[in-house]
């Protein structure tokens, strides 16, 4: 099975910053990986789908890279709403998802 | 405007097997690539997929829980229902449904609030 791990587990950070969180599978992977939002108490919300189109509604601020076993999501600039946990997902070609364990984006 | 609800049991005892039900509207289960997948969080911890099923009946489970879970749709296709078996304390989570629609996106789009389950004697 593909192990999905993200980095750093816990960033903390100021509004304006430019964040990047990492994801990386265990072995190389299809370009299948999704990113969301949660915050306290709430559902996840998709950001971005296919490593890099972004979801409808998604500000601009928020982007996609990646390919191979490294995927990035980078924040441009960081503002007060953004202060959420974000997880990446693969979706397999046995029609298999899998989400990584999160990265918490905290005020530093 | 699409909308997913779960509903069932917030108490669950160990051993006991777990009903739960997605009720959504807005799009239809009978749509090319449409699926509805359940997605479980225990309290502050990670995410955990659990199952999907597609618009042409087609079931995939988490590897880790397939002896344990089973998903179907009702026969008109407006609902899914999640069931766990042998449920444990570990098991005391929120359990999510979400639609997603594959080839296009394999993410999911659309999501249910959630429901809070815990397993207790």
């Known amino acids: 099975d593909i192990q999905m791990t993200q980095s750093p587990s816990t960033l903390s950070a100021s509004v304006g910053d430019r964040v990047t969180i990492t994801c990386r599978a265990s072995?190389?992977?299809?370009?299948?990986v999704a990113w969301y939002q949660q915050k306290p108490g709430k559902a996840p919300k998709l950001l971005i789908f296919?490593?890099?189109t972004l979801e409808s509604g998604v500000p601009s601020r928020f982007s996609g890279s990646g390919s191979g076993t490294e995927f990035s999501l980078t924040i441009s600039r960081l503002q007060p709403d953004d202060f959420a946990t974000y997880y990446c997902q693969h979706y397999n070609t046995n029609s298999l998802f899998t989400f990584g364990p999160g990265t918490k984006v905290d005020v530093k | 405007q699409i909308t997913l609800k779960e509903s069932g049991p917030t108490l669950v005892r160990p051993t006991q097997t777990l009903t739960l039900t997605c009720t959504f509207s807005g799009f239809s289960l009978g749509s090319s690539g449409v699926g509805v997948g359940w997605v479980r969080q225990p309290p502050g911890k990670a995410l955990e997929w659990l199952a999907v099923v597609y618009w042409d009946d087609n079931k995939r489970y988490s590897p880790s829980l397939k002896n344990r879970v089973s998903i179907t749709t009702d026969t008109f296709k407006n609902s899914v229902v999640l069931t766990v078996t042998n449920m444990d304390p570990k098991d005391t989570a929120t359990y999510f449904c979400?639609?997603?629609?594959?080839?296009?996106?394999?993410?999911?789009?659309?999501w249910g609030q959630g429901t809070l389950v815990t397993v207790s004697s």
């Open positions: 296919r490593a890099s």
């Open positions: 072995q190389s992977i299809s370009n299948w």
């Open positions: 979400a639609r997603t629609v594959i080839p296009a996106r394999q993410a999911f789009d659309f």
